[in-house]
Structure formats: C-alpha cells, structure tokens
C-alpha cells in the first residue's frame, strides 16, 4: 500500500482539503484513531471467547488473526475512497460515484442505516438489561430509550464532545482487556494455568477448517471500522490522518484479541469457556488475582455505551450525507447554527432506535445486519476499482489493486456462511429500502415542482 498524487494534484490547506463541506473539521488523527479503536473493539469480544471455543478449542488466537487479515482488505478499499472523497456519506457516497445509479447508492446507504440503527437499539437493550440490572433495577425498554435519549444529546453537542467522550470509554473498555491478559500473565507467574491448550484443537477437528469456520464468526468482531468513513468530513487532514488510525486501530484491536484468546484457552479449558456466557469474567475469575465481579459488570456497561455512541454518530452522519446527496429529503442535511451537528438526521435516527427497542427479540435482525454490510463491502471494494478512473486534485492514499478483489472475495466466502432464514430477511428489508427511495423521490420531485 502506498500513497498516490493525482496527475491533477494541487496544493491544499493541510487542515482543509477541497471539500466544501458544512461540519466542523475537529477530529484530529489520535481522536480518529481511538474513535475507530472504540467501535472495532465493542462489547463483543466479552461474550466472543466462548463461541470461538467451540469451532477451535484452545487455539483462539488464529481465528482472530485470519479474520483481522480479512477486514484489513475491505480496510485497505476504505482508506483510499475516504482519503480521496472525504465526504460524509461513505459507502453510499462511494457507490454513486462509482455506478452512477442512485437507486444502487440508495441501497448501500440504506445498508448502513438497518445495520447502525438496529445495532444501537440492540445495545440499548443490552445496556438496560443484566448489566444495568447489576446495579440498578429498571424495566428495560424505558431505560434503553432514557438512554438513547442522552446519546442524541451528546451527538447534537457536538462531534468533538462526542470522540472526546469516546477516548475515555475507549480507554476504559481496553483496559478491561487488559486486566484479562495482565491477569493471566500473572497465574502463569504463579505456576498455574496451561500454556499447552493454546495449540490444541477439538477432537476429530480438521485444524484448517476449524480456523476458518472460527474466523468467520470472529471477523464480526472487527465490524465498526466501516463506520469511520462516515465523519470523513470532520477529520482534520484526512490524507495523511484517516489510513494510518484506520490501519492502527484495527491492528492494535487484532493483537490485543489475539493475547485475550491466548489468555483464555491459558486460564481455561475449552470446554467451560464455551458454556459459559461471561467468559472472560470466569477467566479473572479463575486467574485469582482478585478482580471484583462488578467491575466487569462497569465495563461491560461502558463498553456498551460506548458502541452506541458511535454507532449513533455514524447513522446520522450517513443520513445527513446521503441528504446531501439528494438520497433522502434534503430536511435531513439541516445543522445547528452553532454547533453545526446534523440535528435533524439525529432526531430521525434516533426515533428509529427507540421504535426497534420495542420489538424485543433482534438476533435474526442482527445477522441479517450483518449480512448486509458484507453487501456495503463487496459495493465498496468494486467501487475502488471503478473509481481508479477518476482523478481528484489533491494527494491521496492508493491501494494495491489485488487488495478489493480479495477483499470481494473474502465476503462472497463470509457470505455462504449465511442461512436461507436470514437471506430471506435482508431481502425483505432491501425491499422496503426500494419503496422508501421510491417515496424519497417523489418527495424531492414535489419540492422541486413547489419552487
């Protein structure tokens, strides 16, 4: 990988490249960085142990590697398109100038939205329920939307409020990881644990199709680095800035998931961290180094928190761009005067998080999310090589040409993995995507007439 002049290259304002956009450009490269470090890592890597012990036994660690190999293909197509169009919008952005077809950006867009809109009522509902019951005892849908209530207040203040908030739940929630791996380091100071189990499969297990059939499932922990393209317009310097915290956060994530899987087959066999559903508390359980079990709950919460925060700024600053972009009523691309955050595209998302809490049981929801941002991928990486026509007039990062069609190839491979149920699901939703552009269109169209 490398970075590119355009033949038509001119020089820019370091801080302001040639965008033209209305959102304040206040996210400097460690805030991106920690930013995109906070929603790779997630909550899910707290319950991901035990799964993965299924498919591997103790060799945790190889999935997890594989499948940072295979984001950082789609990652490699996300830091050229974002260097080289640095608007909000992302994925839908990419598709309209690469297919020249509104109703495929549309869909790409509307992609995004199911899967950051649902991905946020999910956590909501995560946040009220056990790990909030732990402290505090309330009924959940109330809670959750208390809580997605004060996510949008903190969207609207500001995006520089919002990452700054982001670095400190990002620390906590790495640091809850690092009291697994330091934990365990310890008991295997203290001559306990066994190191032997990090190379040991399931019986009768053949090892390359158990890593692989292990990576799938932990590539969904590498989920969230997509969502970085969608405050394009708020980095600071983004040529420079966005491939080097996309690359490091993703990297840092891989390698600290990499020592938890380690620790974990060290602490446990494989057999109790797959039937249990806390794993990495039974793990400083089992390490005895005194770690109180609600500290593990906090965390949890904040990690919770801290995925919903971020997938909030995302959806709205998806909605505001494909506003923008005339893919949506351009009502949805108002900012607040003052703190020129999409207010607007906020309340809307918003609304809609609080409408899905109500529905209650979201996992064939969730894997049907899942299965569309592998079709905002596959979208993505084609549109990279599309667009290498396309000359823009400022310096931007080039990635190797065999880079998207692997990363194409590596999410037709996570694809097959997908049952009927939910390819059936997403088509139902890509369906109502198709009616609400019809209805977008004739919206525009109308008020195109009424001027």
């Known amino acids: 990988m490398s970075p590119e002049t355009s033949s038509e290259a001119t020089e820019q304002v370091q801080d302001e490249p040639a965008t033209g956009g209305k959102l304040k450009r206040k996210i400097t490269g460690p805030l991106l960085f920690l930013f995109i470090l906070g929603d790779v890592l997630g909550a899910g890597i707290y319950a991901l142990m035990g799964v993965l012990a299924q498919d591997v036994g103790g060799v945790l660690w190889a999935p997890l590697l594989v499948a940072l190999l295979l984001a950082l293909l789609t990652a490699g197509s996300y830091a050229e398109l974002v260097t080289k169009y640095p608007k909000a919008g992302g994925a839908a952005v990419f598709a309209e100038r690469a297919f020249k077809r509104p109703v495929v950006s549309f869909l790409v867009g509307f992609s995004m939205l199911a899967a950051g809109v649902t991905s946020a009522a999910g956590l909501a509902l995560a946040f009220a329920g056990d790990y909030l019951s732990t402290f505090i005892d309330v009924p959940a849908i109330p809670a959750a939307m208390v809580f997605l ?56 297990a053949t090892p390359a199709l158990a890593i692989l059939a292990g990576a799938i499932v932990a590539y969904y922990s590498f989920v969230g680095f997509e969502t970085s393209a969608n405050v394009a317009e708020e980095i600071r310097n983004p040529s420079k800035v966005y491939p080097t915290a996309l690359f490091g956060a993703l990297i840092t994530a891989g390698v600290v998931y990499a020592l938890v899987g380690v620790a974990s087959a060290v602490a446990l066999p494989a057999d109790q961290l797959s039937e249990s559903s806390g794993p990495l508390l039974d793990v400083v359980s089992a390490a005895g180094v005194g770690v109180p079990d609600w500290l593990f709950s906090a965390i949890a919460l904040v990690a919770v928190a801290n995925g919903a925060l971020l997938t909030m700024i995302m959806s709205s600053r998806l909605t505001y761009g494909m506003a923008e972009h005339g893919l949506l009523p351009s009502v949805l691309s108002r900012v607040l005067p ?29 894997e049907t999310v899942v299965l569309l941002l592998l079709f905002v991928f596959i979208s993505t990486n084609v549109a990279v090589l599309v667009l290498r026509r396309d000359h823009v007039g400022h310096d931007h990062f080039r990635v190797w040409t065999a880079v998207p069609v692997l990363g194409v190839a590596s999410c037709v491979l996570l694809m097959t993995q997908q049952t009927a149920k939910v390819w059936a699901f997403a088509a139902i939703m890509l369906a109502v995507g198709a009616v609400l552009y019809g209805l977008a269109r004739i919206a525009t169209k109308r008020e195109g007439t009424a001027v």
Do not use: H, Y
């Open 149 to 204: 209530g004060l996510v949008a207040a903190l969207n609207a203040r500001g995006i520089n409020e919002s990452v700054k908030s982001n670095v400190v739940m990002t620390v906590i929630e790495l640091s809850g990881l690092l009291i697994v791996i330091v934990a365990v380091a310890m008991m295997v100071g203290g001559g306990r644990g066994e190191v032997g189990r990090v190379v040991e499969f399931p019986d009768g």
């Open 338 to 366: 003052q703190r020129r955050t999409p207010w607007v595209a906020i309340v809307a998302t918003t609304v809609v998080a609080m409408c899905l809490t109500l529905v209650g049981e979201l996992s064939t929801l969730a």
